[in-house]
Each structure stands twice: as structure tokens, then as C-alpha cells.
């Protein structure tokens, strides 16, 4: 299986793989301060749940790093403000501000250390972010695995992958360990416009490992579901309210729909960390909305009337009573989700 680096931590510096550039160009961002932390998660460099958890968690380490000849109180000051915007960088994705809020607490535990053991303690907290990811995406992709049937179709939308985590992906680790159980399994990639994270990301990462893969424009996925093609949907999640309810890439609704219409089973794959326990439904997900030009723009160019209104919100929320079951580490989280959600806080 090849590997790449979706993220990689050396020489005090953050080594990211340039998404926007990808499959034409394989070339990495280096951010060498959390301001270019910041950057690369609002550009989008950087994409994907669990991926921009652990890149902010590096973010803090950066900014530890940059104030480090500060006094004590400037440094913690300043450590916090990065914090903060870090942790506003992207709104919906819950993994960033799960991330940030373990730093803080490093932070916290450690606040009558000196600047350098603070750096220290951030550093190994956010290496200990970076490998939990690649252990808990291949927890998901075993739990997930027995849901495959053998000779499946998997129909799954945006990018799950080794871009979007540290490593092997959470839908699509599901779908790399069934392929690579020889379950002769075949997928169907949403393109997912607007950024196209399934043309663009998906496709070739699955086509590095010669994984099948049929690419098709978002608007075919309801015939491919009515008309049998698709024995099962994995998709990925952003945000997952303690009842169930999932907000994943804008278009995951319309495939649940269409799923609970014609009984086919729907799957949401994601680590316990994309679970918020603070809120009880979807209606409290803050939905990310972006930028005009992802619509009107295509590679730069303008496909759409200039001036014209555009609405591009970036996610949607899933009913629970959509989601056949959530895979995540511990296990396969089945209806009724709000009794056993909260029962993983015990
Ligand atoms: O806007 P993006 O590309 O960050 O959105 C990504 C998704 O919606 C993914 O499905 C989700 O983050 C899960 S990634 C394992």
C-alpha cells in the first residue's frame, strides 16, 4: 500500500500536503508559525475532520514554539489568543476544537512550568493526537469491515481517506481494509461539488492502490441507489450531535434520503472525537458557509454570471433516523442513538 504524508511534524516545522493542488501536483505546504496554521485550515491546504484536529494540535506547538522567549504571563497569554483562533479556524468540524481543547488542558496542567517544558508537553501531547488517529482509523475500518458484504458496491461521498486523517481514513479505511480482505468490492465516488474532495482527493488515492473506483457526477447517486446498484454508503462526519444526527459534506442528506427510500443501508464512520456530547441535536451544528467563488469558479475559472447570488454552505445535517449505524473504534453504535451515545460516557 503506498503511503503518504497527509501531515508530518519535523524540525519544528508542519509539512502538509497541498490539497487544492492535488491529483496534478503532489507538493507540500510547510507552515513555520500558527498564523500559517491558520491558513492552511480556512484554504482548505488542509481538509477533512480528523486531519485538521491533529493540524491544529501542531498549530499550538508552533505558536509554543514562536513565543518561547516571551515572559510567562505573555507566553500563556498568547498561547491561549492562538488557541482561540486556531480553534475558530473552521466552524462545524468538532475534531479541531476537540484538539485545541486537549493542548489547552496540556496547557493548564503544565502552568507552573517553564515556556520550554510547555513546549515539551505540547509537543508530545499533539504526537499522541497524531498516532491515536492512525490506531483509531483502523479500529473503525476492522468494526466496519463486517458490514461489507463480499462483492459489495460502496457508494461513499467527499474524501475520507489517508488526506482527511493521518492515515488510512475512517469511511474509506473501511473500505481499504475491505479490498484489502479480498472482499472484491467495488466504489462509487461522488464527485462532491462544490470543491470536488471525491474527483479530486478520492479518486486518486484509491486509484494509488488500484482500489475500483467509478467516479460519477453527485446527481447520479439517486438512480444508482433506486436502481439497486449500491448494496451499501459509508460516509464520513464532521459533527455528531448526542442524539445521532451527523453533519457531514453538503449532499450527505439527499443520499440518506434516498437510502431510507429504497432500504438501503446508510453508514456513518467516525472517531468517539467527532462526537459532541455538549449538544443534544443537529439544529445546533454551526454550519460552515464559504466562499461565492467555489461555486461561480471552476480550477479559477468562471463558470457562473458575475454578480449572480450564490449560497454555498458546506455541510449538511443527517437525521439520526437516516444512519443504518455509526462505526467508530469502540465499536458499531446502533439505534436508539441517544441511549447508546451516552452510554459511551460511562
Ligand atoms: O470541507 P471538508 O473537505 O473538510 O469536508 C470533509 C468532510 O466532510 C468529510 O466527510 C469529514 O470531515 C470526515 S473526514 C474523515
Not at 483509531?136 to 488526506?163: D, M, W
Not at 432500504?263 to 456513518?268: A, E, G
Not at 447570488?309 to 433516523?321: L, Q, R
Amino acid at each position: 500500500m503506498p503511503s503518504i504524508n497527509t501531515i508530518e511534524f519535523k524540525n519544528e516545522r508542519l509539512y502538509l500536503i497541498d490539497q487544492r493542488k492535488l491529483p496534478e501536483e503532489l507538493s507540500i505546504f510547510e507552515c513555520q508559525n500558527y498564523k500559517d496554521v491558520v491558513f492552511a485550515i480556512k484554504e482548505m491546504i488542509v481538509r477533512g475532520a480528523p486531519a485538521i484536529g491533529v493540524t491544529g494540535a501542531y498549530g499550538l506547538v508552533l505558536a509554543a514554539k514562536e513565543f518561547i522567549n516571551l515572559s510567562k504571563e505573555e507566553f500563556f497569554r498568547k498561547i491561549k489568543e492562538s488557541a482561540q483562533i486556531i480553534g475558530n479556524s473552521r466552524p462545524t468540524a468538532v475534531n479541531l476544537m476537540w484538539a485545541v481543547k486537549r493542548m489547552e488542558d496540556i496547557i493548564e496542567k503544565n502552568k507552573s512550568k517553564s515556556n520550554e517544558e510547555v513546549y515539551e508537553a505540547l509537543l508530545a501531547e499533539a504526537n499522541i493526537i497524531e498516532k491515536e488517529d492512525l490506531e483509531t482509523n483502523k479500529s473503525i475500518a476492522r468494526f466496519g469491515n463486517e458490514i461489507v458484504p463480499k462483492n459489495a458496491t460502496i457508494l461513499t461521498h467527499c474524501n475520507t481517506g489517508t488526506l482527511a486523517t493521518v492515515g488510512y481514513g475512517t469511511a474509506l479505511g473501511i473500505i481499504r481494509e475491505a479490498h484489502y480482505s479480498g472482499k472484491n468490492i467495488k466504489v462509487i465516488a461522488d464527485e462532491t461539488r462544490p470543491r470536488l474532495q471525491g474527483a479530486k482527493l478520492t479518486a486518486w488515492e484509491l486509484m494509488q492502490e488500484k482500489i475500483p473506483v467509478t467516479l460519477i457526477p453527485d446527481s447520479v447517486a439517486p438512480v444508482l441507489i433506486r436502481d439497486g446498484k449500491i448494496d451499501v454508503i459509508i460516509v464520513g462526519a464532521d459533527r455528531i450531535a448526542s442524539n445521532g444526527d451527523t453533519a457531514n459534506k453538503i449532499g450527505t442528506y439527499m443520499l440518506s434520503q434516498i437510502a431510507k427510500d429504497f432500504n438501503v443501508p446508510f453508514y456513518v464512520a467516525a472517531p468517539l472525537s467527532t462526537i459532541d456530547f455538549d449538544i443534544k441535536c443537529g439544529e445546533q451544528i454551526v454550519i460552515e458557509e464559504r466562499d461565492a467563488e467555489e461555486v461561480t469558479h471552476i480550477n479559477g475559472v468562471r463558470i457562473a454570471p458575475e454578480g449572480v447570488k450564490v449560497y454555498n454552505p458546506a455541510f449538511d445535517v443527517t437525521p439520526h433516523e437516516n444512519i443504518t449505524g455509526i462505526i467508530t473504534e469502540k465499536g458499531i453504535i446502533k439505534p436508539p442513538y441517544v441511549k447508546n451515545i451516552s452510554r459511551l460516557l460511562k
